[in-house]
């Protein structure tokens, strides 16, 4: 392994995805065998951590289920321990492709914060109905937090430079929708830039995501009142040197 701070740490968080997570890691070597991966194991119980190691992961497992949040935040806290300058998210499910890491990547030469956004002219994710307007009022809001256009504020595939990792290791939420709403809130409010470059989402590997009109219903009113909680609080700046301005 070569010098962390010019490497990136690939996190992965995984939870029962001994059936996807193998051909995930490979896959991300395979776009670029000089990327780190790291497999956040969350609590699994159907061998995630065997196969991510086998496929040649560094696994970082936890002894219960915290979510993505948690496995997140375990994730930053490693690449803040060894020197990583930048870190991104790749879910193990396979909907992230790993060809797109570094068009993801690229958005930090002007950002803090990259999202590899959905519903940018690439690919042909859509999504209807109570939770594509759940999606569209999270965006707008966000982009005015932001003081940028956002159109998915709600995707996992993101990228953070040494701001934002030293950010999320101090705040990154676990709560309903905190790993993405919450946690871009704090950012922003902290004083972080965010940027968004276009990607092609792909189906998933094993099993289906929750669907239906009650679930998305669900998912329109639950998104509002997550946003509410965000936008009431405030996160304190941090310095360009990764100090937070309360304890400089």
Not at 48 to 59: E, W
């Amino acid at each position: 392994m070569g010098h962390p701070v010019d490497r990136v740490l690939v996190i992965v968080p995984a939870w029962n995805e001994r059936h996807s997570v193998g051909v995930t890691v490979r896959e991300i070597l395979a776009a670029d065998p000089g990327f780190d991966v790291a497999v956040v194991d969350d609590g699994s119980t159907d061998g995630t951590a065997d196969a991510a190691r086998a496929a040649g992961a560094i696994v970082l497992t936890l002894p219960f289920n915290l979510g993505v949040g948690g496995a997140m935040r375990t994730g930053f806290t490693y690449a803040q321990r060894f020197g990583y300058a930048r870190a991104i998210q790749v879910d193990a499910d396979g909907q992230h492709n790993p060809a797109d890491i570094h068009r993801v990547l690229a958005g930090l030469d002007s950002a803090d914060i990259s999202i590899g956004a959905r519903f940018s002219d690439v690919g042909d994710y859509t999504v209807r109905g109570p939770r594509r307007w759940a999606m569209v009022f999270l965006a707008g809001v966000l982009s005015r937090v932001a003081k940028t256009r956002l159109t998915d504020v709600t995707s996992g595939f993101r990228a953070a430079g040494r701001r934002a990792i030293e950010q999320y290791v101090r705040y990154y939420p676990a709560e309903y929708l905190g790993d993405t709403v919450d946690s871009l809130v704090a950012a922003c409010h902290a004083g972080l830039t965010v940027t968004q470059v276009p990607v092609a989402m792909r189906p998933r590997s094993h099993g289906t995501p929750s669907q239906g009109p009650f679930g998305s219903t669900a998912y329109l009113l639950r998104s509002v009142f997550a946003l509410s909680l965000a936008l009431m609080r405030r996160a304190r700046p941090i310095r360009s040197d990764g100090v937070t301005e309360a304890s400089a």
